[in-house]
């Protein structure tokens, strides 16, 4: 059975940091794109980042450029997002899932989501 778990979110303040991880089980990450994506109360579910497992290649949505960083630890089967510099409207419940995406950072092509953390930021 593929399972995804989150973890890391909690209450930080503006400006802080926090360290999702995502870790699979049940597959390999193997040539799978893993994706971070996030939902606001009373917002559509946007896509924040993704990495390729297969060659690293990452992809960040605009917001989070500079201050977000994907990664992948294939050995672990775990995925980390560390966010940085975090803002107000940084606050969302978190999704990790794992999919073949032809637009990396479209929730609709990826198959496999795991629980939302919720990431709160006060500011």
């Known amino acids: 059975e593929v399972q995804l778990q989150a973890s890391g979110g909690g209450l930080v303040q503006a400006g802080g940091s926090l360290r999702l991880s995502c870790a699979a089980s049940?597959?390999?990450?193997?040539?799978?794109?893993i994706g971070w994506f996030r939902q606001a109360p009373g917002k559509e579910r946007e896509g924040v980042s993704c990495?390729?497992?297969?060659?690293?290649?990452?992809y960040y949505v605009d917001s989070v450029k500079g201050r977000f960083t994907i990664s992948v630890d294939n050995a672990k089967n775990t995925v980390y997002l560390q966010m940085n510099s975090l803002k107000a409207e940084d606050t969302a419940v978190y999704f990790c899932?794992?999919?073949?995406?032809?637009?990396?950072?479209?929730?609709?092509?990826?198959?496999?989501w795991g629980q939302g953390t919720q990431v709160t930021v006060s500011s």
């Open positions: 899932a794992v999919g073949w995406p032809s637009i990396p950072l479209l929730d609709a092509e990826y198959d496999y």
């Open positions: 049940g597959f390999s990450f193997d040539d799978h794109h």
């Open positions: 990495i390729s497992s297969d060659d690293g290649t990452t």
